[in-house]
């Protein structure tokens, strides 16, 4: 059964500081990993898709890494904003489960970026 | 393209009575999802429909819960005979058909349940 975990549960750092957010899975058999966003009382955000094929996506200050070999991903974030503070969610996609949109999500990082 | 709406956003309901969340698709989307995030828990897969059909049900509790998408009109996911345990914000994503973007969802703004 995929497991998706996701450390640590809270993280505060100063504004300006890099940072990253780590994701572990059971299960290398995915068919892709997405990282979102979720604000407080508001739907979902997708930020990056990574196909099982690929490494890494970027986009902006924003970069995953993904490792399918060790069942791990990561999320680097530069240069910190307030702005950025949210939960920030792992999902995979299973191979059996196809092209489509079932997600197995991880407990999420609660993020806060201190001015 | 207003997104994905979801109504009610917030729902109060006492033990025993029905809940009924709604969610229209992104426009051009044929495809809905519908998770669950009780509290402090990450988000559950639930269902997984196309108009009139229900493709993947494996994450719906066996009793109470039931989802449809007809041809007209939004997805619903309806509650039976609520329980406390219910409580919880239930999100409606939506994709296009199969394909390169199949599986990038568009989540809509959530509905939170509140079982008094």
């Known amino acids: 059964k995929q497991e998706v975990t996701q450390i640590p549960a809270a993280l505060s750092v100063p504004e300006g500081e890099n940072l990253v957010l780590n994701c572990s899975f059971t299960?290398?058999?995915?068919?892709?990993l997405q990282w979102f966003r979720q604000d407080p009382g508001k739907g979902l955000t997708s930020l990056l898709l990574?196909?099982?094929?690929?490494r890494e996506q970027t986009s902006g200050r924003l970069n995953a890494s993904l490792d399918k070999s060790s069942g791990r991903s990561t999320l680097y974030i530069a240069a910190s904003q307030p702005g950025d503070s949210a939960t920030y969610l792992c999902?995979?996609?299973?191979?059996?489960?196809?092209?489509?949109?079932?997600?197995?999500f991880g407990q999420g990082t609660t993020l806060q970026v201190k001015p | 393209n207003a997104g994905v709406m979801q109504n009610p956003r917030h729902l109060v309901r006492r033990r025993g009575q029905e809940a009924r969340l709604r969610c229209s698709p992104m426009?051009?989307?044929?495809?809905v999802y519908w998770y669950r995030q009780l509290p402090e828990e990450g988000l559950k897969f639930m269902v997984y429909l196309q108009k009139e059909n229900i493709i993947d049900e494996s994450g719906m509790p066996k009793e109470r819960f039931s989802a449809e998408f007809p041809k007209e009109g939004p997805s619903i996911l309806r509650i039976q005979q609520v329980v406390r345990g219910d409580s919880a914000a239930y999100f409606c994503?939506?994709?296009?058909?199969?394909?390169?973007?199949?599986?990038?969802?568009?989540f809509g703004a959530g509905s939170r349940l509140t079982v008094l």
């Open positions: 299960d290398s058999a995915i068919y892709n």
């Open positions: 426009k051009g989307h044929s495809h």
């Open positions: 999902a995979v996609s299973l191979k059996g489960s196809g092209n489509t949109g079932k997600l197995i």
């Open positions: 990574i196909q099982s094929s690929q």
């Open positions: 994503a939506s994709s296009p058909s199969l394909g390169p973007g199949a599986n990038v969802l568009t």
